[in-house]
T-cell receptor, first 116, second 114 residues
Framework: AQKITQTQPGMFVQEKEAVTLDCTYD???????LFWYKQPSSGEMIFLIY??????QNATEGRYSLNFQKARKSANLVISASQLGDSAMYFC?????????????FGSGTRLQVQP | NAGVTQTPKFRVLKTGQSMTLLCAQD?????MYWYRQDPGMGLRLIHY???????AKGEVPDGYNVSRLKKQNFLLGLESAAPSQTSVYFC?????????????FGPGTRLLVL
């Protein structure tokens, strides 16, 4: 079963508007972390925002916020006031708690295109 | 501050050839990872290491070997390259003492196997 699901292969948004990128996850571990990364056309992976499973409030980082709905197992990324430079691939990822590899499990990504 | 570096940035191989990808980090991280990224599939874990001298398999280890002889270096080897190994390879490192610690990624290596 997919641990991270991103159902939107591609999204369009007008410049200066807000956009929500969906992410659902599956885990039975009570301790986990959710991450969003941006991958521009240049290829590097840029960390955007983090949400912990025990965090009471939704995470925010500048124009990025995470709409965390624990009961629904969703962690959607909201980008406010979109800019042309936001055009990129966006990946949702999860790390589960406990000992071990502590690797990230990634979704398949959403390609966001910001239109002028 | 170099962070995580990868060598080479791009390589073309013929089927059956071998090569080694080098990852180096200068952040004194214990954990290092190799991922591959294929179109439409996100990143998948190939191998990882939780410290110098240790390695372990990830989700897609077949056809690859790794070594971590020095803490700062993590090598990924392809003994006999196949077209299915055409991909972008990312190295990452971190000290995931808790779930919230992010990983730091290298710039990626684009590999084409003909």
């Amino acid at each position: 079963a997919q641990k991270i699901t991103q159902t939107q292969p591609g999204m369009f948004v007008q410049e200066k508007e807000a956009v929500t990128l969906d992410c659902t996850y599956d885990t039975s571990d009570p301790s986990y972390g959710l991450f969003w990364y941006k991958q521009p056309s240049s290829g590097e992976m840029i960390f955007l925002i983090y949400q912990g499973s025990y965090d009471q409030q939704n995470a925010t980082e500048g124009r990025y916020s995470l709409n965390f709905q624990k009961a629904r197992k969703s962690a959607n990324l909201v980008i406010s006031a979109s800019q042309l430079g936001d055009s990129a691939m966006y990946f949702c990822a999860m790390r589960e708690g406990g000992a071990g590899r502590r690797a990230l499990t990634f979704g398949s990504g959403t390609r966001l295109q910001v239109q002028p | 501050n170099a962070g995580v570096t990868q060598t080479p940035k791009f390589r073309v191989l013929k089927t059956g050839q071998s090569m080694t990808l080098l990852c180096a980090q200068d952040m004194n991280h214990e954990y290092m990872y190799w991922y591959r990224q294929d179109p439409g599939m996100g990143l998948r874990l190939i191998h990882y290491s939780v410290g110098e001298g240790t390695t372990a398999k990830g989700e897609v280890p077949d056809g690859y070997n790794v070594s971590r002889l020095k803490k700062q270096n993590f090598l990924l080897g392809l003994e006999s390259a196949a077209p299915s190994q055409t991909s972008v390879y990312f190295c990452a490192s971190g000290n995931p003492s808790s779930v919230q610690e992010t990983q730091y990624f290298g710039p990626g290596t684009r590999l084409l196997v003909l």
